[in-house]
């Protein structure tokens, strides 16, 4: 399990018992310092596998020693070794919508503001409120961290990742606690505040502001069960469709300081007129290096789809063009992929009962007004309803609306399809039985 020579009995035990354990892996590859797309990836990896291995277990306590295990450090670090180091991207959204983390959870809210103990206390105690798993992803460039809360009726277990050793470790580590404070101190180590002074103090504000971080709030989806091979070219699409996604920022900021570049050695000369299409100007480029042009085309100068080509011949110019030429291609290429991507994602939808996002393969389609909501809001519907000998059982969401005068019903077919128990089952034919029944008065 570690470096330590416990049994994994023992751990659980002191994990239970409410004492901090911290596991360390040395003779790991770290990640470089300075790029913050790696930690991102990682510490959303990291959350990935922790929500699967928390599902495929019996209970909490059970998942807390494979949590534990070198192929939970193994997993995120694998994946970062597959991206191009000097790629990155600014945003944290950027990142997380993609499908190999858009399937696995999703965002819940988010949290702003200076990284101290009242910060993360406030933040440990709403995240308390919510009755599961629930992953506590903070960012702060370069650092990234996550606080995961393992959901337990015997008290809640937080376990804290950073892809960044901790003070005073020699390799990334995990710890596990269910003492708030501890955790609150844990995480106050990772991500400091920056020193200098205080709000309304001698720190001016850009200082600050730089110094805030983000939180990001996520909770697990319900999986679903793909083979090995989809699974890896899922992963694949998604950090190509990311390498894509930085390639392009990348340019961009190349552009930028080209046009900067440019600008600032012409000095004061009268700006240049900009072109009406950016792709007619690359068309233009392409045309002039050519050793001579077409009759049509010298025709066609004049017209409102052709460029006028700027006067001076400037190499900084072309580069910018040829560069803005790749992004659209790149651009174009992009959309592509990702269209054909979605394609091939399994469709979910939106229960209007909870509230929460399920498969299509898990939807009940109501009779007649085709209302669709989750499997276990119809059934808890259900057999409300029969134990109350209400009949006919109508569509939740057609009642909840008082202007419908036309609700949708449940019929014997879907209830058996629920599931509901033999007891309910024979309460439902009777019910459904009487409706046909014809009352008699007896003389005697």
Known sequence: MANDKRTTIDFVNDVRLGKEQTIAFTGIDLLPERNPTLSTLAVLTFVRTAFATLEKSEDSWAAIPQLATRQTIDEPLAICRRWRDHLHLDAFEDIFHVPIFERSFRQVTTKFGRPNAMYFREALQDILSIKSSVAFVTVRAPECMVCLKIFDSEGDVFVIFSPRPAPGQNGLGITFSKSVELIVHRLCNIMPMERGGTPGGSLNW???????????????????????????????????????????????????????????????????????????????????????????????????????????????????????????????????????????????????????????????????????????????????????????????????????????????????????????YQTWVEMEMAQFSVLINCRK
């Open 206 to 424: 850009q200082a600050r502001l730089l110094s805030n971080c983000t939180s990001y709030i996520f909770v697990p989806r319900p999986s679903v069960d793909v083979d090995d091979v989809l699974e890896e070219s899922i992963a694949y699409s998604s950090l190509s469709l990311l390498t894509m996604q930085a390639t392009r920022a990348d340019l961009q900021r190349q552009k930028h300081a080209l046009e900067e570049k440019d600008g600032s050695a012409r000095g004061f000369k009268e700006p240049r007129p900009a072109p009406r299409a950016v792709s007619r100007e690359a068309a233009w480029l392409s045309n002039r290096n050519k050793d001579h042009h077409s009759p049509a085309q010298q025709d066609d100068s004049d017209s409102d789809d052709f460029i006028i080509p700027p006067e001076d011949d400037d190499p900084d110019l072309k580069l910018v063009l040829e560069l803005q030429r790749t992004f659209d291609d790149e651009d174009r290429e992009l959309t592509s992929q990702r269209d054909a991507l979605m394609k091939t994602a399994q469709r979910h939808y939106h229960c209007e009962i909870c509230l929460d996002d399920f498969p299509e393969d898990d939807v009940v389609h109501i009779d007649k007004c085709e209302h669709k909501i989750c499997r276990d809001c119809a059934r808890n519907h259900v057999s409300t309803k029969i134990n109350e000998h209400r009949f006919p059982v109508l569509c939740p969401v057609c009642t909840a609306d008082p202007r419908n005068r036309d609700p949708g019903t449940i019929s014997g077919f879907l209830v058996q399809l629920l599931g509901v128990s033999e007891e309910q």
